[in-house]
Structure formats: C-alpha cells, structure tokens
Antibody, heavy 121, light 106 residues
Framework: EVQLVESGGGLVQAGGSLRLSCAAS????????MHWVRQAPGEGLVWVAR????????TYLDSVRGRFTISRDNAKNTLHLQVNSLRAEDSAVYYC??????????????WGKGTTVTVSS | IQLTQSPSTLSASVGDRVTITCRAS??????LAWYQQQPGKAPKLLIY???TLESGVPSRFSGSGSGTDFTLTISSLQPDDSATYYC?????????FGGGTKVEIK
C-alpha cells in the first residue's frame, strides 16, 4: 500500500524550530519529486515547498524561503521539512505529498494525513 | 496565478447535479487539478489536466474548461460527497489552490 506518514509536529514558541518528517512506503521513493503543503485551522491549502527526486533542487513559497528547508534521505525513504524562526501564521497542519510522474505536471497524487504545528506567541 | 472558486458553500440534495467553478487570474491552458477533502482527512486527487479522472474516482465526477475558466461537476450527488473541493493550478511556481467550495448535503 502506498503510504505517507508525517511526524514531528508540536507546540513551539514563536521564533522556535521544528523538524517535520514524512516516512514513505509502498513505492520507489527515490523516483518521485515531493512536496509540503500546509493548511491553517479552518483555512484552505497552501503549497510550501518542493524537492526533486535526488534532493539537489528545491523550490519554496516566498514567505517561507530562508526560514524553511526541504530535504530528503532516499536511503531511508524519508522527506523532511526544517522549519525555523516560526511565526504564529505558520501554525497549520503540514501535509507531505507525492508529485505525479507525468511530465511537467506538478500536482499531487498521494497525500499523508498531516502533522500539526502550533506556534504560540 | 490566483484561483477564485465559487460558490464558497453550497447545499444540495442527494441525486442533484452540482457544479463548482474555478476562475484563474491569467490563462493557464489546462494545467488544473481538483481535490476533495473530507472533514478531518487529507486531500484526495479527483481530476488532473482539467478533465482527466484519476484512477478509482467515481465517474459521477467530471471536469472541464481551459484558459481561465474551469468547472467541476458532480452529476448525481451522493452522501459521501460531503466535503470541501479545491482547484489547484500547476502552470508554474508557486503552486496555488483556490479558496475551496464546501458541499453540504441537505
């Protein structure tokens, strides 16, 4: 079964840091580009970051660039998001998602259940 | 690219035909996906390339449109379709989602 399981969320003070992880199983993780998408309480979906299959290239939402770092460990089938200098507006459920293999198609065909980050001020 | 969905909420009866609209701030060919998010769950891909049904998705769901105007249609609403629906463009980065349409069953 194809599965993504996030972990690492929690309650943190403004200015603090967390490292979110996403464990992949049921597919060849190293072949897929991966994303993080977040959703603030009661709000819509917001794309955060994307990383290519070998981990050498990444793209970020402007508001998180320089504070968040997406990375991956293909040997451990794990995706990470290091979140630093957290702000109240970063409070959200963070989903990891797999990008389709279709050429030049940046939509997500598999999603995890999410991990919750709460930033207290 | 900004995506505007309408309506933000709709209430319909089982068996009704339901249409959700997604309008883009600039033309993006057919690089559009639709997702369903049931309460407390992760999003689920329904449609990509504006009109291609993802494998395993019921045929009552369909998508259409190109350029700036897109629609998601549920031909015969079922109780399990109670959810929020989001469109997403993939015409470049940053990827953006519409604000969502919450579908309620009367």
């Amino acid at each position: 079964e194809v599965q993504l399981v996030e972990s690492g969320g929690g309650l943190v003070q403004a200015g603090g840091s967390l490292r979110l992880s996403c464990a992949a199983s049921g597919f060849t993780f190293s072949k897929y580009w991966m994303h993080w998408v977040r959703q603030a309480p009661g709000e819509g979906l917001v794309w955060v970051a994307r990383i290519n299959s070998d981990g050498r290239s990444s793209t970020y939402l402007d508001s998180v660039r320089g504070r968040f770092t997406i990375s991956r460990d293909n040997a451990k089938n794990t995706l990470h998001l290091q979140v630093n200098s957290l702000r109240a507006e970063d409070s959200a459920v963070y989903y990891c998602a797999r990008e389709t293999t279709m050429t030049v198609s940046y939509f997500m065909d598999v999603w995890g259940k999410g991990t919750t980050v709460t930033v207290s001020s | 690219i900004q995506l505007t969905q309408s309506p933000s909420t709709l209430s319909a009866s089982v068996g009704d035909r339901v249409t959700i609209t997604c309008r883009a701030s600039q033309s993006m060919s057919d690089w559009l996906a639709w997702y369903q998010q049931q309460p407390g769950k992760a999003p689920k891909l329904l449609i990509y390339r504006a009109s291609t049904l993802e494998s395993g998705v019921p045929s009552r769901f369909s998508g259409s449109g190109s350029g700036t105007d897109f629609t998601l249609t549920i031909s015969s609403l079922q109780p399990d379709d109670s959810a929020t629906y989001y469109c997403q463009h993939y015409n470049g980065f940053p990827l953006t989602f519409g604000g969502g349409t919450k579908v309620e069953i009367k």
